[in-house]
């Protein structure tokens, strides 16, 4: 459609816009039940619709189209308020959705203007805020698993110059990850010289956990700490055997109350080398 005719859409819009605009937020309103106030509807319906009409009124079709560009905008930081706020993606699209219901209305208002140009912006527009939605979800959960696991990979310190990872659940790549990045920061603040890796909370190991953990214990030999893997079972014993897993020179105890009395053994006789 020619811009002229986009501009005239926008006209109608304007001279219309209380009955569309009432017709709209009484639809969001009956389908979100009391989810969020009518005031903070009536806000969010007054930036959409400024915003479209800007944009019609600058010769924009198309949602992608520059014109639109304040649009775009306004409708993803909402679909990324809804979707923080526990919305579901139908209660977010319908606030746009549903200004069609203002549109339907125009012929009763005796407008004879053909406005299926503008119906079909609108499923642009909620297609564009669901994906939104989709998107801001998405994020959210990246951000809330790579929350759970720094919560589920804690390094205490448990005694002056002795830290401790007790792992819990599988390990895999990228809880590696954290567990090396957290275990050298903690190094580095607390000037810790003994880290000791408790598996006792891990339910099998593999040649692949093996590995993660051999990892993490040369990460931290590099920042000049010495590594002693704790919680060996008898089962997980028979299992490296089985599988032919070498830990090489690294110390390993049964339990983390071992591990922990041979690092402050180790710490008294370096102690003592350094006196003498």
């Known amino acids: ?20 605009r009432s017709a709209w937020i009484t639809a969001v309103a009956d389908e979100l039940r009391g989810r969020t106030s009518r005031g ?30 304040q649009l775009r905008g306004i409708l993803s930081d909402v679909s990324s308020a809804r979707a923080r706020l526990g919305f579901t ?56 698993s790579e929350q759970l696991l720094e919560l589920s990979t804690p390094v205490v310190k448990i005694w002056e110059g002795v830290v401790a990872v007790p792992l819990v659940g599988t390990l895999d790549s990228a809880r590696t990850q954290v567990v090396m990045e957290t275990l ?33 214990v040369v990460a931290a030999r590099l920042m000049g700490a010495e590594c002693t893997i704790s919680g060996i079972r008898p089962q997980i014993a028979q299992t490296i055997v089985a599988l032919g897993i070498e830990f090489g020179d690294i110390r390993t105890r049964a339990t983390l109350a071992d591990a922990l009395v041979d690092a402050l053994r180790s710490d008294r006789r370096t102690a003592a080398t350094v006196l003498a």
């Open 1 to 20: 459609m020619p811009p002229v005719a986009m501009q005239s859409l926008a006209q109608i819009l304007t001279d219309h816009a209380d009955a569309v």
């Open 184 to 216: 050298l920061n903690t190094l580095v603040e607390t000037g810790s010289a003994h880290a000791i890796i408790d598996i006792t909370g891990v339910p099998a190991v593999d040649t692949q956990v093996a590995q993660h953990l051999l990892k993490t």
């Open 89 to 144: 993606p139908r209660e977010t699209a319908v606030g746009v959705f549903a200004l069609k219901e203002g549109l339907y209305g125009l012929s009763a208002q005796g407008v004879t203007t053909d406005v299926t140009p503008l119906l079909r912006l609108v499923d642009e527009l909620g297609l564009f805020t669901f994906e939104s939605f989709a998107a801001a979800r998405e994020a959210i959960i990246v951000e809330q």
């Open 40 to 69: 903070e509807l009536e806000r969010e319906q007054a930036d959409i619709f400024d915003a479209l009409v800007e944009g019609l009124q600058r010769g924009g079709e198309r949602i992608g189209d520059e014109p639109f560009d």
